[in-house]
């Protein structure tokens, strides 16, 4: 029977392969040499780094992380070692759009200025960039697209080097992995230079790798006014985050712009899938049964005297505001994993329905473009 070692906190996983496997469920902390020495297949998070101190000697031949990201394992070792490895790309891409929404929301509430009136800079146009694109878009907001790779390939007019991105956005927005060096290292990617180079009280969301920006270059743009404010759900050396960064943060959150429900619930799935591939089980297009329904699906929104954005705040901030994971990182910042891994439930738009009372044509095209379903149509 294949033997498998599994994260205990990846979602909905529990039950469903042991018709055909002996698994495991164990903490991403023990997850190393002498519990994985006999497994064959590890399902894994970002926390368990997969590389030869870990693999080496035992008998593992598949690694799944339920993830975007797999910067955690050594894809280089376990090619050279005929260890199969996946990861779950653009999984939780709609959550990370859905905080960056909410991330705007705040930003245009703080700053007293409407989204429409702002540029937008993205970093990194691939699944999650490519939506949080489609958002701004929606909501009048001029964009600004770098992608270096996607660039070179497509050879599309639609991008822009970095330099002009910087000078020309009020809020930029990262979505790249994190390259270690080579033509696109994306490490250390905002150092002083690119802060020297960002139009001044300009805001910065991050949500990609924490050590993509200069921890000390970025509270030093804050504390000289060179940035408005940032907004960090990703941190260098997680789960210990600099203390003072997270005061200075105009948001801060513990690494869960990804954690919606629907997200985790499409990660476990691809690994699964793949999984079952690998070992010929036969276990077809798997997904999870039933996804828990959010406690207030239905929204009312009496759009008399308010403008499409203030309806879309509304909208936006019933399904997630991000305020609230804020506030209970800085009560207790020593909290960092516990909060990711007692995660609320959170669900993505499409699983609400607005009605929808006294509102315009552009309303309603603003309420369905974001994913939201509509159930009165002749507002």
Known sequence: MIRIIADNKIPYLKGVLEPWAEVSYLPGSQINKDTAKDADALLVRTRTKCNPDLLSGTAVKFIGTATIGFDHIDTHWCDENNVCWTNA????????????????????????????????????AGNVGSKVQKLAQSLGMRVLLNDPPRQRKEQNSIFVDLPELLGKSDIITLHVPLNMGGEDNTFHLFDRDAFRR??????????????????????????????????????????????????????????????????????????????????????????????????????????????????????????????????????????????????????EFPSYSIDLRGGTEKTRTLISSLGFKLINQNC
Request: overall charge negative; hydrophobic content about 40%; aromatic content about 6%.
């Open 89 to 124: 790309p653009g999984c939780n891409s709609s959550s990370v759009m859905q905080y960056i929404a909410s991330a705007l929301m705040n930003i245009s509430s703080e700053s007293g200025l409407s989204l429409s009136r702002l540029t937008i800079g993205i970093i990194g």
């Open 198 to 347: 960002v139009k001044k009280g300009s805001w910065l969301i991050n949500s990609s790798r924490g050590e993509v920006v200069d921890t000390d270059a970025i509270k030093e743009a804050l504390a000289g006014e060179i940035l408005s404010g940032a907004v960090l759900d990703v941190w260098e050396k997680e789960p210990e985050i600099d203390i003072p960064l997270m005061h200075m943060a105009f948001l801060a959150t513990p690494h869960i712009a990804g954690y919606s429900a629907d997200g985790k619930a499409n990660g476990t799935s691809m690994v699964v899938n793949e999984l079952c591939k690998f070992f010929g089980i036969p276990l077809i297009d798997w997904f999870p049964a039933s996804v828990p329904e959010p406690e207030e699906p239905l929204l009312l929104l009496e759009c008399h005297g308010k403008t499409p954005e203030e309806i879309a705040r509304r909208a936006v901030l019933h399904t997630y505001n991000i305020m609230e994971d804020d506030v209970r990182l800085r009560f207790d910042p020593s909290r960092f994993e516990k909060e990711r891994e007692n995660y609320p439930l959170r669900r």
